[in-house]
């Protein structure tokens, strides 16, 4: 061995010394003795104190192992079995033993050893393993672990296999049913019963072993009094019997015919029946009730499945003794799903579930059937409960896990109602009332759950069932009388932050309720407005309450009108500005003002007052902004600590977003014109203008800006479009890549809005833009800065939308009306883009606006001077870019592109007739030096349908390739 090169194994080794490792690792690994050495190194002694030297060693033979050793000779076989026999026996020895990490490692480099070699290289694997069981404890461990790393290489169905790798398991799994596994069944109890007392370690793995073996070999190998009796007693001893009832779940799981498996399940319940073990105490241990409550889930699917087989058979008597069987395990499963221990109830929440989808394939439900269900219910309500020691404040792992379990219990709850919608709303009808009626007494939990279960009352019954409330009173549902006795209940008031904000999210879910009983609509506005919600003291009340405040509004915006000053009133303190300067607690985060600052603008959008009045309230909305914005914009630009600064920038920005987000009120029915609140929003756009002029947080700033505008030209008219010359201007001074392609959308939108309005303004800073752009994309970067790279990508694409939308637009004039060799300038870059850049997208962008002009342009009385281009530039292309060596036919991508290549060839072709066809025939495909036979061929493709031309198109292009 290279000393030297070891040293670099030391995790505290520098880079030159792990390298130079590295190195010889790969050295060792493709040289023909390379695993000899690393074998010679192992069984030599010297390295054991180092496990990093022995790992690295391990790591050289398991790759030889996988990669040469079917093909080595006899003497090489003999000598890795030598050297395998003699790492075993080093194994075996406590003064030679290795950590798990390294023994793990060894077990593994059997496993491969053994798929290659077994049965016809080495027949007597197993025997000679079995012979070395007399050394001890080590010995019978490491034989253990070498099973199961066997298994996991032969047997496991979660790894991936080959058709030939699948043949080789088969044949090696039936040669040991055959020759070796009554032997290794008898080692698996000789070890068991040798070593249940004295090494408990060592006889749980044997448990993992029977448990994975179970599955492809003889049952009755295991299931027989011998190991069961066995596996009963250890069942009983605290270090075993989690294992224990692994072994045991293995043994139910393994498949089988589905009486045999019935009864095999029922011998086993018997049994744990009898010695008591099934119906463990409650002061019991968790992990070993949470290992057999899993146990029993098990019994439970595998009881479904066995009923499922048989109902599809004949055999009715056989069918009923299973449906039996498995109506006998509810009890248990109530038993488990109940316990305090969530741990242990969660591991049995699938057979629940599953014994519900039993239960609605009958006809008709006997009376224990019914009992069971009402018995699941009340399981389940009592496991929803909150404990003592949830924490509302910070929800942290624990709390997590909880929510978690509670959504496996909803999900049984919601198809317990899809199974018998009256059962549960009764049952939640009779809790709510008993509750809510004497909420002031009761524990927080208890009233918490009655809102949570009326909340979750409309997901599990669907409006789709019967219209949830009624104007009628005689037709008023039980969840209608529940919603009221909710919201006149009082309960809102609740000290405890779970109830209040149970009550808004149950208030909004249900808002419909407060279109037929509208005089319960003040009480609640003033639960959310009031330190219930909105002014909560707890931050995460507030936060949520914005948000369902949001929705409720706008669920009920019709009847409201009388209400709106006074809730935009109460919700002013909430609407300032978070700056660096206030130094308070904010009530509110920016995120939970976005929506407040929606809700207020439908409020005054959709209110009944009269243009004027709306403006006044829109004015005053918007006023906190607008009054500060200006002064934090001095204070950003002179303040030198540069953590204030960035503080004052985003502050700015959250300032330009509450204002978009309060123009969402705006739709085609209530525009703003109508609203009479043009003047309120572009006053303010002048405000937000300035901010492009301030070199600090620029790009920060300027989303805020751009995010503003956008909205403006959704919600206004021609109004806008003054400003936009100037927001232009700013926004392209100095305009990085990121900067330009997020900026092209929105000139994008504003042509798709406005087109031949904006024509004007457009042919007047079309050349500025491009040359903007194309100055960025010229700029020299370095290759390896990949987000440069992806930057210069994403905004070349984003120019290439931006012509196409002018050409898709109605609005080429902008183009046709630039001086010719400006115009020629832009043309030439969309041919580039076609066939020179290796982007699918891209190409596919400018190939369709090729297309376009040609359909505008390419007639005989087009543009001047197109025609010529035309055939010189955009022809070419079209054969151009397919015979580039980065056009992948392959790629469905590409494929695009060539339908789009299609398309415009067959737009000249539309254009020019004959003309074109001529010009394929005579001059331009015989300088590609196609033959006679195949240009007539191309031209009659050329001239039939779409579909045959671009299919032939493919054909032509790929024989060309090759």
């Given at each position: 061995m290279d000393?030297h090169?070891?040293?670099?194994?030391d995790?505290?080794?520098?880079?030159?010394?792990?390298?130079r490792?590295?190195?010889?690792f790969?050295?060792?690994?493709?040289?023909?003795d390379?695993?000899?050495?690393?074998?010679?190194?192992?069984?030599?002694?010297?390295?054991?104190s180092?496990?990093?030297?022995k790992?690295?060693?391990?790591?050289?033979?398991e790759?030889y192992?996988?990669?040469?050793?079917l093909?080595?000779?006899?003497?090489?076989?003999?000598?890795?079995?030598?050297?395998l026999?003699?790492?075993?026996?080093?194994q075996?020895?406590e003064?030679?033993?290795?950590?798990?990490?390294?023994?793990n490692?060894?077990?593994?480099?059997?496993?491969?050893?053994?798929?290659?070699?077994?049965?016809?290289?080495?027949?007597?694997?197993?025997?000679?393993?079995?012979?070395?069981?007399?050394l001890?404890?080590?010995?019978?461990?490491m034989?253990?672990?070498i099973?199961?790393?066997?298994?996991s290489?032969?047997?496991?169905?979660?790894?991936?296999?080959?058709q030939?790798?699948?043949?080789?398991?088969?044949m090696?799994?039936?040669?040991?049913?055959e020759?070796?596994?009554?032997q290794?069944?008898?080692?698996?109890?000789?070890?068991i019963?040798?070593?249940?007392?004295?090494?408990?370690?060592?006889?749980?793995?044997?448990?993992?072993?029977?448990?994975?073996?179970?599955s492809?070999?003889?049952?009755?190998?295991?299931?027989?009094?011998?190991?069961?009796?066995?596996?009963?007693?250890?069942?009983?001893?605290?270090?075993?019997?989690?294992?224990?009832?692994?072994?045991?779940?293995?043994?139910?799981?393994?498949?089988?015919?589905?009486?045999?498996?019935t009864?095999?399940?029922?011998s086993?319940?018997?049994?744990?029946?009898?010695?008591?073990?099934i119906?463990p105490?409650e002061?019991?241990?968790?992990?070993?009730?949470?290992?057999m409550?899993r146990?029993?889930?098990?019994?439970?699917?595998?009881?479904?499945?066995?009923?499922q087989?048989?109902?599809?058979?004949?055999?009715t008597?056989?069918?009923?003794?299973?449906?039996?069987?498995?109506?006998?395990?509810?009890?248990?499963?109530?038993?488990?799903l109940?316990?305090?221990?969530?741990d242990?109830?969660?591991a049995?929440?699938?057979?629940?579930?599953d014994?519900?989808?039993?239960?609605?394939?009958?006809?008709?439900?006997?009376?224990?059937?019914r009992?069971?269900?009402?018995?699941?219910?009340?399981?389940?309500?009592k496991?929803?409960?909150?404990?003592?020691?949830?924490?509302?404040?910070?929800?942290?792992?624990?709390?997590?896990?909880?929510?978690?379990?509670?959504?496996?219990?909803?999900?049984?709850?919601?198809?317990l109602?899809?199974?018998?919608?009256?059962?549960i709303?009764?049952?939640v009808?009779?809790?709510?009332?008993?509750?809510?009626?004497?909420w002031?007494?009761?524990?927080?939990?208890d009233?918490?759950?009655?809102?949570?279960l009326?909340?979750?009352?409309?997901?599990?019954?669907?409006s789709?069932?019967?219209?949830?409330f009624?104007?009628?009173?005689?037709?008023?549902?039980?969840?209608?009388?529940m919603?009221?006795?909710?919201?006149?209940s009082?309960?809102?008031?609740?000290?405890?932050?779970?109830?209040?904000?149970q009550?808004?999210?149950?208030?909004?879910?249900?808002?419909?309720?407060?279109h037929?009983?509208?005089?319960?609509?003040?009480?609640?506005?003033?639960?959310?407005?009031d330190?219930?919600?909105?002014?909560?003291?707890?931050?995460?009340?507030r936060?949520?309450?914005?948000y369902?405040f949001?929705?409720f509004?706008?669920?009920?915006?019709?009847?409201?009108?009388?209400?709106i000053?006074?809730?935009?009133?109460?919700?002013?303190?909430?609407?300032v500005?978070n700056t660096?300067?206030?130094g308070?607690?904010?009530?509110?985060t920016?995120?939970?003002?976005?929506?407040?600052y929606?809700t207020?603008?439908?409020?005054?959008?959709?209110?009944?007052?009269?243009?004027?009045?709306?403006?006044q309230?829109?004015r005053?909305?918007?006023?906190?902004?607008?009054?500060?914005?200006?002064?934090l914009?001095?204070k950003?630009?002179?303040?030198?600590?540069?953590?204030?600064?960035?503080?004052?920038?985003q502050?700015?920005?959250?300032?330009?977003a509450?204002a978009?987000?309060?123009?969402?009120?705006?739709?085609?029915?209530?525009?703003m014109?109508?609203?009479g609140?043009i003047?309120?929003?572009?006053?303010?756009?002048?405000?937000?203008?300035?901010a492009?002029?301030?070199?600090?947080?620029?790009?920060?700033?300027?989303?805020?800006?751009?995010?503003?505008?956008?909205?403006?030209?959704v919600?206004?008219?021609?109004?806008?479009?003054p400003?936009?010359?100037?927001?232009?201007?700013?926004?392209?001074?100095?305009a990085?890549?990121?900067?330009?392609?997020?900026?092209?959308?929105?000139?994008?939108?504003?042509?798709?809005k406005?087109?031949?309005?904006?024509?004007?303004?457009?042919?007047?800073?079309?050349?500025?833009?491009?040359?903007?752009?194309?100055?960025?994309?010229?700029?020299?970067?370095?290759?390896?800065?990949?987000v440069?790279?992806?930057?210069?990508?994403m905004?070349?694409?984003?120019?290439?939308?931006?012509?196409?939308?002018l050409?898709?637009?109605?609005?080429?004039?902008?183009l046709?009306?630039q001086?010719?060799?400006?115009?020629?300038q832009?043309?030439?870059?969309?041919?580039?883009?076609?066939?020179?850049?290796?982007?699918p997208?891209?190409?596919?962008?400018?190939?369709?606006?090729?297309r376009?002009?040609?359909?505008?342009?390419?007639?005989?009385?087009?543009?001047?001077g197109?025609g010529?281009?035309?055939?010189?530039?955009?022809?070419?292309a079209?054969?151009?870019?397919?015979t580039?060596?980065?056009?992948?036919?392959?790629?469905?991508?590409?494929?695009l592109?060539?339908?789009?290549?299609?398309?415009?060839?067959?737009?000249?072709?539309?254009?020019?007739?004959?003309?074109?066809?001529?010009?394929?025939?005579?001059?331009?495909l015989?300088?590609?030096?196609?033959?006679p036979?195949?240009i007539?061929?191309?031209?009659?493709?050329?001239?039939?349908?779409?579909?045959v031309?671009?299919?032939?198109?493919?054909?032509?292009?790929?024989?060309?390739?090759?």
């Open positions: 000393e090169a070891l040293l670099g194994l995790p505290q080794a520098d880079r030159d010394s792990r390298q490792a590295i190195q010889y790969e050295q060792l690994k493709v040289s023909l390379g695993w000899k050495v690393c074998a010679a190194a192992l069984t030599s002694g010297t390295y054991y180092n496990d990093h030297v790992f690295f060693c391990y790591q050289v033979i790759n192992l996988k990669t040469r050793y093909t080595a000779s006899p003497v090489e076989l003999q000598e890795m079995k030598a050297s026999v003699t790492i075993f026996r080093l075996s020895q003064s030679t033993q290795d950590k798990s990490f390294i023994r490692k060894v077990a593994q480099i059997y496993s491969l050893a053994f798929i290659a070699d077994y049965p016809h290289r080495w027949a007597t694997f197993f025997t000679d393993l079995l012979q070395s069981l007399h001890g404890s080590l010995a019978v461990e034989y253990l672990k099973l199961l790393a066997i298994d290489e032969v047997v496991d169905r979660e790894i991936v296999h080959t030939q790798e699948t043949e080789r398991n088969t090696i799994k039936d040669t040991m049913r020759h070796c596994i009554g290794l069944v008898n080692s698996w109890f000789q070890i019963t040798t070593y249940e007392t004295s090494n408990p370690e060592v006889t749980c793995i044997c448990q993992d072993v029977i448990g994975k073996y179970v492809w070999i003889d049952i009755n190998l295991i299931a027989n009094d011998r190991f069961v009796s066995i596996l009963m007693r250890f069942l009983k001893m605290p270090l075993l019997r989690e294992s224990a009832c692994d072994c045991i779940h293995e043994i139910i799981s393994k498949g089988m015919d589905p009486m045999t498996k009864k095999l399940i029922e086993f319940t018997s049994i744990l029946e009898n010695t008591g073990v119906h105490t002061d019991e241990e968790g992990d070993f009730v949470a290992k409550s146990l029993v889930n098990c019994m439970g699917l595998q009881l479904i499945q066995s009923w087989k048989l109902s599809k058979t004949t055999e008597e056989n069918t009923a003794l299973a449906l039996q069987a498995l109506e006998n395990k509810v009890s248990l499963m109530f038993r488990f109940g316990d305090e221990d969530d242990v109830s969660g049995i929440t699938t057979f629940a579930h014994y519900i989808n039993v239960l609605k394939q009958m006809t008709s439900f006997s009376q224990k059937q009992q069971n269900m009402e018995g699941l219910l009340l399981v389940v309500v496991k929803m409960k909150y404990d003592e020691s949830y924490n509302f404040e910070q929800e942290g792992e624990e709390e997590a896990m909880f929510q978690e379990y509670r959504k496996q219990l909803k999900v049984i709850f919601n198809n109602a899809q199974l018998d919608s009256q059962l709303v009764g049952a009808h009779n809790l709510v009332a008993s509750t809510l009626q004497n002031k007494a009761m524990e927080y939990q009233v918490e759950l009655a809102v949570t009326l909340y979750m009352l409309g997901e599990a019954i669907p789709s069932q019967g219209q949830h009624s104007g009628n009173q005689s037709k008023a549902t039980a969840l209608q009388e919603m009221r006795l909710m919201v006149t009082g309960v809102s008031h609740h000290a405890h932050p779970s109830i209040p904000l009550f808004f999210e149950t208030v909004v879910r249900y808002d419909k309720f407060f037929v009983e509208t005089l319960h609509i003040a009480e609640v506005l003033m639960a959310f407005l330190e219930r919600g909105l002014h909560n003291k707890s931050p995460h009340v936060s949520r309450v914005a369902l949001s929705r509004v706008k669920g009920i915006k019709v009847h409201i009108q009388s209400y000053e006074e809730i935009l009133k109460r919700i002013h303190d909430l609407l500005l660096p300067d206030n308070i607690q904010h009530s509110l920016s995120d939970d003002q976005m929506f407040l929606e207020a603008g439908v409020l005054v959008v959709f209110s009944q007052f009269a243009p004027e009045k709306k403006q309230l829109m005053e909305l918007l006023a906190p902004i607008v009054n500060r914005f200006g002064g914009l001095t950003m630009c002179t303040e030198t600590d540069e953590r204030k600064r960035l503080g004052y920038a502050c700015l920005s959250q300032a330009m509450f978009s987000r309060t123009s969402k009120g705006f739709s085609n029915q209530q525009t014109k109508q609203c609140c003047e309120a929003f572009t006053e303010t756009l002048k405000v937000f203008l300035q492009l002029n301030t070199p600090h947080h620029r790009q920060l700033l300027h989303i805020g800006v751009r995010q503003y505008l956008h909205r403006m030209v919600c206004l008219e021609s109004e806008i479009l400003y936009i010359p100037v927001a232009m201007e700013h926004l392209l001074k100095q990085d890549a990121r900067e330009l392609h997020d900026f092209i959308p929105l000139m994008n939108q504003v042509v798709q406005f087109k031949k309005h904006i024509a004007p303004f457009l042919q007047e800073v079309f050349m500025l833009l491009v040359s903007v752009i194309f100055q960025v994309l010229n700029s020299p970067t370095d290759a390896l800065d990949q440069a790279t992806g930057d210069k990508k905004l070349r694409r984003s120019y290439f939308l931006f012509l196409s939308n050409v898709n637009n109605d609005v080429t004039e902008v046709a009306n001086e010719g060799q400006n115009l020629q832009v043309l030439i870059t969309i041919i580039q883009g076609a066939v020179d850049i290796p982007d997208q891209g190409q596919k962008l400018c190939f369709a606006i090729l376009r002009l040609v359909e505008i342009w390419g007639g005989k009385d087009g543009l001047a197109f010529d281009f035309m055939y010189k530039s955009i022809i070419p079209c054969f151009m870019a397919p580039k060596t980065t056009f992948d036919m392959a790629d469905a991508q590409t494929i592109v060539l339908g789009e290549i299609a398309q415009c060839l067959k737009a000249v072709l539309e254009k020019r007739g004959e003309d074109f066809l001529n010009y394929l025939q005579t001059e331009y015989p300088t590609l030096n196609v033959t036979e195949i007539q061929e191309f031209c009659q493709a050329l001239k039939s349908d779409a579909k031309f671009k299919k032939y198109l493919k054909m032509f292009f790929s024989q060309a390739k090759s």
